[in-house]
């Protein structure tokens, strides 16, 4: 399945509950090596000998084209891939962009979940205004849609906690203001900010700029997400942003939008741009008249990556397919029915649309691909993320808990490959999501059971799932990249969804992962360093800012993202809302 094939080698790491620390590399569908890194420093020259080595594992002897190597943004991983793509200056290198992207709103989500006599006032008085109890969710510090869905959460039970804050402050002894003198303080300090207008004013302020956030990093995060895609998604947040006018909002959209440019400067951009003009959907339609796109420049561009991938100079018939192409005549003439077909198709599927599909319409049957669609080929089939990787560990820590830490890295791997291939089973056949419905749905009809989502029976712990909801995994097609985005399953189990037992953490083990990953982020927005140096031949595209890039008048390609990026991310919302229909509160 995987010679001859394009690939992207994925590389990221983890550490288990055994303490061990395993770095995994994988080629979307493939787990190539698991390497148990603990008793190694964590340094770029280690790294880059653990690239070497399953790079040409993939070449040699599996027989794969590795095309592209995606690592997390850290330090060591920026140094190991600048070092590796000077050795190997055909391979495209990229940052996992999944990893890219107010302390009252969560100091009172954690303070309500933590009172249960609060919660049960909180699900009376739902029951007494709508009939509907809702729960208080939590935010996961690596979920950007948890973060979302908590705050949306808490505005809409604005009027419910004021409600009861305002019912408790008329009784003759409080319900809530009770415990020692901190959890007395604490708690007049909670019912004021309950009572701040201003607060609920932000807090809205705040879920509107995260919303846009939250539904990129939802399409980013797919199993697989081509590098066309990441650009698009930068420009759709960036004219977003533009949009939003009032003068409270400005501050903080220009925020986002400096980080979002300052993302794009450290990337290898020339290589995104020529993916969204060989995506036949967009071709150049997203991007201004700036004169580094006309068709000479074009023509030049792709030319030069030619010749840096393929090593060697392209067909003299591939600039003329290239014109060709742009200009949609000749044997391209008909590239706009086919686009239109393709989107319907996208459209009734709910997913975007594929490239590839386009260009396979204008192949002869069991003829090699003409140049510019093995160019096309080889540029569409790379993955600017390490999902796969991520995946990997997530039924990683299921299975490597503290009554099975003795397991090695061998057989957890291949445990690990056989509930994945299991998983992908399930979702292929769509018994996935319908499980999940028939464990959390409400029951219906005449022996539907009075107790659900009934604060007076006694709740009882529902069975485990019979599948691991992970993100899909897709199956290598020969001669097709896979699809962007999957809409069979969500992308990830939220852990707030798993049991508060399953998941407990020492304060000081979570403040450890804070500390972490507020200094990856300090450390790579220190690093500024271009990818190439000046004096490298590889590029002399100059690099152009997402705001001088895009045509922001032309919403025809926002309409066909925002589509797609809408039916993903409402996939994900209704999973959230299946799942936490009245979950129970937290001990303090």
């Given at each position: 399945?995987?010679?001859?094939?394009n690939?992207?080698?994925?590389?990221d790491?983890?550490?288990?509950e055994n303490h061990?620390?395993?770095?995994?590399?994988?080629?979307?569908l493939?787990?190539?090596?698991?390497?148990?890194?603990?008793?190694?420093?964590?340094?770029a020259?280690?790294?880059?000998?653990?690239?070497?080595?399953?790079?040409?594992?993939?070449?040699?002897?599996?027989?794969g084209?590795?095309?592209?190597?995606?690592?997390?943004?850290?330090?060591?991983?920026?140094?190991?891939?600048?070092?590796?793509?000077k050795?190997?200056?055909?391979?495209?290198?990229?940052?996992?962009?999944?990893?890219?992207?107010?302390?009252?709103?969560?100091?009172?989500?954690?303070?309500?979940?933590?009172k249960?006599?609060?919660?049960?006032?909180?699900?009376?008085e739902?029951?007494?205004?709508?009939g509907i109890t809702?729960a208080?969710i939590?935010?996961v510090?690596?979920?950007?849609?948890?973060h979302?869905?908590?705050?949306e959460?808490?505005l809409?039970?604005?009027?419910?906690?004021?409600?009861?804050?305002?019912?408790?402050?008329n009784?003759?002894?409080s319900?809530i203001?009770?415990?020692?003198?901190?959890?007395?303080?604490k708690?007049k300090?909670?019912l004021?900010l309950?009572?701040?207008?201003?607060?609920w004013?932000?807090?809205?302020?705040?879920?509107?700029h995260l919303r846009?956030?939250?539904?990129?990093?939802?399409?980013i995060q797919?199993?697989?997400?081509?590098v066309?895609?990441?650009?698009?998604?930068?420009?759709?947040?960036?004219?977003t942003?533009?949009?939003?006018?009032d003068?409270?909002?400005r501050?903080?959209c220009?925020?986002i939008?400096?980080?979002?440019?300052?993302?794009?400067?450290?990337?290898d951009?020339?290589?995104?741009?020529?993916a969204?003009?060989?995506?036949?959907?967009?071709?150049?339609?997203?991007?201004?008249?700036?004169p580094q796109?006309?068709?000479a420049e074009?023509?030049?561009?792709?030319t030069r990556?030619?010749r840096r991938?393929?090593?060697?100079?392209?067909?003299?018939?591939?600039a003329?397919?290239?014109?060709?192409?742009?200009?949609?005549?000749g044997?391209y003439?008909?590239?706009?029915?086919m686009?239109n077909?393709e989107k319907n198709?996208?459209?009734?599927?709910k997913?975007?649309?594929?490239?590839?599909?386009?260009?396979?319409?204008?192949l002869?049957?069991?003829?090699?691909?003409?140049?510019?669609?093995?160019?096309?080929?080889?540029?569409?089939?790379?993955?600017a993320?390490?999902?796969?990787?991520?995946?990997?560990?997530?039924?990683f820590?299921?299975?490597?808990?503290?009554?099975?830490?003795?397991?090695?890295?061998?057989?957890?791997t291949?445990?690990?490959?056989l509930?994945?291939?299991?998983?992908?089973?399930?979702?292929?056949?769509?018994?996935a999501?319908?499980?999940?419905k028939?464990?959390?749905?409400?029951?219906?009809?005449?022996?539907?059971?009075a107790?659900f989502?009934?604060?007076?029976?006694?709740?009882?712990?529902p069975?485990?799932?019979?599948v691991?909801v992970?993100?899909?995994t897709?199956v290598v097609?020969?001669?097709?990249?896979?699809?962007?985005?999957?809409?069979?399953?969500?992308?990830v189990?939220?852990?707030?969804?798993?049991p508060?037992?399953?998941?407990?953490?020492?304060s000081?083990g979570?403040r450890?992962?804070?500390?972490?990953?507020?200094?990856?982020?300090?450390?790579?927005?220190?690093?500024?360093?271009?990818?190439?140096?000046?004096?490298?031949?590889?590029?002399t595209?100059?690099?152009?800012?997402?705001?001088?890039?895009?045509?922001?008048?032309?919403?025809?390609?926002?309409?066909i993202?925002?589509?797609?990026?809408?039916?993903?991310?409402e996939?994900?919302?209704?999973?959230y809302?299946?799942?936490?229909?009245?979950?129970?509160?937290?001990?303090?």
């Open positions: 399945a995987v010679y001859g094939q690939a992207t080698l994925q590389a790491g983890w550490t288990g061990h620390h395993m770095i995994a590399c994988m080629i979307t493939y787990t190539v090596k698991v390497h148990d890194a603990s008793a190694e420093r964590k340094t020259d280690n790294l880059l000998r653990l690239l070497e080595e399953v790079f040409r594992k993939v070449q040699d002897e599996w027989g084209v590795v095309v592209a190597i995606v690592t997390d943004a850290s330090g060591e991983s920026r140094k190991a891939r600048r070092d590796f793509v050795k190997y200056p055909w391979v495209i290198v990229l940052d996992c962009y999944a990893h890219q992207y107010t302390d009252s709103a969560t100091d009172l989500i954690a303070w309500l979940r933590g249960t006599l609060l919660l049960a006032l909180i699900r009376e739902q029951l007494k205004t709508s809702s208080i939590r935010a510090l690596t979920r950007w849609t948890t979302l869905r908590a705050y959460r808490l809409s039970l604005r009027n419910v906690l004021r409600s009861v804050a305002l019912t408790d402050s009784r003759p002894e319900q203001i009770i415990g020692d003198r901190a959890a007395k303080t708690a300090k909670m004021e309950i009572d701040n207008g201003v607060f004013q932000s807090l809205a302020r705040f879920v509107r846009p956030l939250g539904v990129a990093v939802n399409v797919s199993s697989f997400c081509r066309d895609t990441v650009l698009l998604t930068f420009g759709h947040l960036v004219a942003y533009l949009d939003m006018n003068p409270e909002d501050p903080g220009q925020a939008i400096n980080s979002i440019e300052r993302r794009w400067s450290k990337a951009q020339e290589i995104f741009i020529a969204v003009i060989l995506n036949p959907v967009y071709q150049t339609s997203p991007f201004a008249l700036i796109l006309r068709l074009v023509v030049a561009m792709m990556l030619w991938f393929l090593k060697t100079d392209p067909p003299d018939t591939f003329f397919d290239l014109l060709e192409y742009l200009g949609k005549r044997d003439a008909n590239l706009d029915v686009c077909i198709r996208a459209d009734r599927n997913t975007i649309p594929e490239p590839m599909n386009i260009f396979q319409t204008f002869y049957a069991g003829k090699p691909d003409p140049p510019l669609i093995l160019f096309a080929r080889r540029l569409l089939s790379v993955s993320n390490s999902a796969s990787c991520e995946r990997l560990f997530s039924i820590g299921a299975t490597l808990t503290k009554l099975r830490n003795r397991l090695g890295v061998p057989l957890l291949k445990l690990t490959e509930k994945m291939h299991i998983r992908d089973e399930h979702i292929r056949d769509k018994t999501k319908m499980r999940l028939r464990r959390f749905e409400p029951p219906k009809g005449p022996g539907a059971s107790g989502n009934n604060p007076t029976t006694a709740p009882t712990a069975p485990a799932p019979s691991v992970t993100p899909t897709p097609n020969p001669g097709i990249p896979p699809p962007s985005i999957s809409i069979q399953a969500p992308d189990v939220d852990p707030t969804l798993i508060q037992a399953a998941q407990t953490h020492s000081s979570f450890a992962l804070v500390e972490q990953e507020i200094t990856a982020v300090e450390l790579d927005d220190l690093d500024n360093d271009p990818l190439f140096d000046e004096q490298s031949d590889l590029t595209y100059p690099l152009i800012p997402i705001s001088r890039l895009f045509d922001f008048s032309n919403k025809h390609w926002a309409a993202l925002t589509t797609h990026a809408k039916h993903t991310f996939e994900e919302l209704a999973l809302e299946l799942l936490d229909l009245d979950a129970a509160g937290e001990d303090d």
